[in-house]
């Protein structure tokens, strides 16, 4: 269980997401992914560099450059059925909220 959580904890970080949703149209560089998310060059190394770590991205040196890419494009459909539950989760906050008014 503890790896499972190790892997959910990479998740739980939104630049991080917002990493892997520029890299799920493909390998991109570094400058790439600074260009598609707006954050700053050291911040989305950081993230690529932990992702690698973690196994959800591939480092890929090409020339001067290295590119990423998603190792596993599973983890799309992992992220979009956790969304699906979050928004569950919070419509049923909700109705919660409106029974007790």
Known sequence: MEKL??????????????????LKNGEH???AVVEKT????A????????LTIAGLVKRMPEGSLVFYKVVDKRVFKLMTQ?????????????DVLNLSL
């Open 43 to 50: 911040l989305v190394s950081k993230h690529l560099r932990l």
């Open 82 to 94: 956790a969304n699906k539950l979050t928004l569950s989760a919070h419509q049923q906050q909700l």
């Open 5 to 22: 959580a190790d892997y959910f904890k990479v998740l739980s970080e939104p630049n991080r997401l917002l990493v892997l949703g520029v």
């Open 29 to 31: 560089n570094v400058s």
């Open 38 to 41: 707006g954050l700053s060059q």
